[in-house]
């Protein structure tokens, strides 16, 4: 899936591949970076195989790169890219905001990271910055990302509990799983209630979710 330039390669100056799943997002996107006289979209993409082919083919400057796509999400994609030690730069752009989404994007490789409702001049200014070596992240997220670094963060063997949680298991079901007693299992839910500030199992199946620590089919 190509569009064609009319910029000619001298005149390319950043140039951005956009991948999104969703075609009016995608188009939106482009329409808003072809109207910029420093910005050339040389291809485009609907699913994360297609746009790290595309990344591969065209080695773009920057990639702005959907959280949740078919085939291969974009934290895959972006890891592929830091692995191949790829020039490319990615953004990761999605609708989620929680802090565990913006550090794994981050962990994953990611430079920037962009919200969907973000306006064009903050897109086109993200691109701009990353284009040349710096890290984007809107206040808002930053904000978030600091409050979540106050709070107590949760244990490998509690996100595990907390995953089976969210799958509807019980602690008998949950220790048979994990290999461990149903007591400790118990003692795995009271410490992450506890973390998650919330009083039940459905709360803290939501507020895992809106952190991004599970995701439910």
Do not use: W
């Not at 962009?114 to 997220?141: C, F, H, M, N, W």
């Not at 019980?170 to 992450?192: D, P, R, Y």
């Not at 009083?199 to 952190?211: D, F, K, M, N, P």
């Amino acid at each position: 899936m190509k569009r064609k330039s009319t910029a000619k390669a001298n005149q390319a100056g950043i140039r951005v591949l956009v991948a999104d799943d969703h075609p009016i997002v995608r188009d939106g996107i482009i329409a808003n970076l072809q109207s910029q006289p420093d910005m050339t979209v040389v291809a485009e993409a609907a699913d994360g195989a297609e746009a790290l082919a595309r990344i591969k083919e065209h080695l773009p400057d920057v990639v702005v790169l959907d959280l949740r796509m078919p085939c291969m999400d974009g934290l895959d994609v972006t890891a592929q890219v830091s692995a191949s030690k790829l020039s490319s730069r990615v953004i990761i752009m999605t609708t989620f905001e929680s802090e565990e989404d913006v550090h794994r994007s981050i962990r994953a490789g990611a430079r920037g990271y962009l919200l969907k409702d973000s306006s064009q001049e903050e897109i086109l200014d993200a691109i701009r910055r990353v284009s040349v070596g710096e890290t984007y992240l809107p206040a808002r997220i930053v904000q978030k990302v600091a409050e979540g670094l106050r709070k107590p963060g949760l244990s490998p063997r509690e996100i595990e509990v907390l995953q089976c949680v969210a799958a509807g298991k019980s602690n008998k079901e949950i220790g048979a799983q994990l290999f461990i007693a149903e007591g400790t299992v118990k003692t795995h839910v009271k410490s992450l209630l506890e973390k998650l500030a919330v009083a039940g199992r459905t709360a803290a199946i939501r507020e895992a979710v809106h952190r991004g620590l599970v995701r439910l089919n």
